[in-house]
């Protein structure tokens, strides 16, 4: 009898975590929101709302990464506040079609904000990411980016998507990840090809089985937000 393959190892992340990855706090109300969404059986409805609950988390605590610069505002007594205001220059890039589900947010949060797309795709010869589309800014090397694609698991697709960004001229530092859920092996594909690109997700899954499915996992993100996945 043949002994049953064990899974590989999974990577070790502690160094990225805090740095390059800033995971949400894990809160109650955070679990709650993933109960629902990881549930094979919730209604659609249920689980839009539970995701966008958690993207918005996701989108506040990736502008905190952003510039800010000096702003005075004049209160209603006539006092000076010595505020802040987001540097100029920001930027949505959504990786289709899944990246699609953050932008209502991200709309919401930053209303004006200019969005671009990135459509990658799994060649089905090579297995690998292919790039198949991109309608970007055209002064994308001078802004910050907000990168947003809801699911990462192996990282090729955002290791694809992120090279889109640097060959354009975007410096790492200058592109924030939001992320809603990941997996060490994607996270680590990522901070070691990309180290100064800041990652933002809400849940860091524990592996990937034989088929890249994550553990526990969430299933098809896109399918299920859409609603195609019946």
Known sequence: MTAPTAPAPTPAIDQYLGTSVRLLPQTDQLCALHTV?????ARREDFVHCSRRIIRLLLEAGLDLLPFEPHEVRTPTGAAYQGLRF???LCGVTVVRAGESMEGELRNVCPGIRIGKILIQRDETTKQPRL???ALP????RRHVLLLDPVMATGGTALSALRVLTDLGVPEENIVFVNLITVPEGITAVCEQYPRVRIVTSAIEERLDENAWMLPGIGDF???YFGTDA
């Open 37 to 41: 969404i990881r549930d094979r059986d």
């Open 87 to 89: 540097a100029p220059g």
């Open 132 to 134: 198949y589309y991109t």
């Open 138 to 141: 055209a002064d994308l090397a």
């Open 222 to 224: 896109g399918d299920r």
